[in-house]
């Protein structure tokens, strides 16, 4: 079975750091690319970066540059986001999921996601 | 602001047919990416593609375009259809991926 196993719920305090974690399974994790999407409370879905495991190719959504890190480390089919400084406005749900096809394809393909993980709620609160 | 643009809230008839609509110029370029979410859980694609369906998607989702506007369309709408859709799709220079504001299904 294809999975994407997310690490669990996170309360820190602001300006601490953390990183979670989502593991693949069931596929070539190195073949794919992994996305991250915070959903914050109540609001809809944001699409924040993206990594190729296999060469660590990442690009980031203008709105998350530079708030957040997304890195890999296929020895282990695992995936990473992580803040250097939390902050209260960080607190939100944050989904890993396997983009369909490729970065760089011609238009018009664009495949979506289709494999997501359960989801990680951070809570920042001091 | 997304770059995507919903209706709010749509609401179908039980075994009705209902279409959702998602509007923006980079659906001129790329195809769009649909996705159900329900209270709770995590999202999940129900189209991708010019209309393709992932296994285990019931046949009565469909997909279609047509200029900026992207459409998802559920024939015989049933109970378990009502949640949240978010349709999906690169921006317009192709560089970031954006989601719509989402779209609240209510079955009555």
């Known amino acids: 079975e294809v999975q994407l196993v997310q690490s669990g719920a996170e309360v820190k305090k602001p300006g601490e750091s953390l990183k979670i974690s989502c593991k693949g399974s069931?596929?070539?994790?190195?073949?794919?690319?992994i996305g991250w999407v915070r959903q914050m409370p109540g609001k809809g879905l944001e699409w924040m970066g993206i990594i190729y495991p296999g060469d660590s190719d990442t690009r980031y959504s203008p709105s998350f540059q530079g708030q957040v890190t997304i890195s890999a480390d296929k020895s282990i089919s695992t995936a990473y986001l992580q803040w250097s400084s939390l902050k209260a406005s960080d607190t939100a749900m944050y989904y890993c999921?396997?983009?369909?096809?490729?970065?760089?394809?011609?238009?018009?393909?664009?495949?979506?996601?289709?494999?997501w993980g359960q989801g990680t709620t951070v809570t920042v609160s001091s | 602001s997304s770059e995507l643009t919903q209706d709010p809230a749509v609401s179908v008839a039980l075994g009705q047919t209902v279409r959702i609509t998602c509007q923006g110029d980079?659906?001129?370029?790329?195809?769009a990416s649909w996705y159900q979410q329900k209270p709770g859980q995590a999202p999940v694609l129900v189209i991708y593609?010019?209309?393709n369906r992932p296994s285990g998607i019931p046949d009565r989702f469909s997909g279609s375009s047509s200029g900026n506007t992207a459409s998802l369309t559920i024939t015989g709408a049933q109970a378990e259809d009502e949640a949240d859709y978010y349709c999906?799709?690169?921006?317009?220079?192709?560089?970031?991926?954006?989601f719509g504001g989402g779209t609240k299904l209510t079955v009555l």
């Open positions: 069931g596929y070539s994790f190195t073949s794919y690319w």
């Open positions: 980079s659906l001129r370029s790329y195809y």
């Open positions: 593609g010019k209309n």
């Open positions: 999921a396997r983009h369909l096809g490729g970065w760089y394809l011609a238009k018009p393909n664009y495949y979506g996601m289709d494999v």
């Open positions: 999906n799709s690169r921006d317009s220079s192709g560089s970031d991926v954006v």
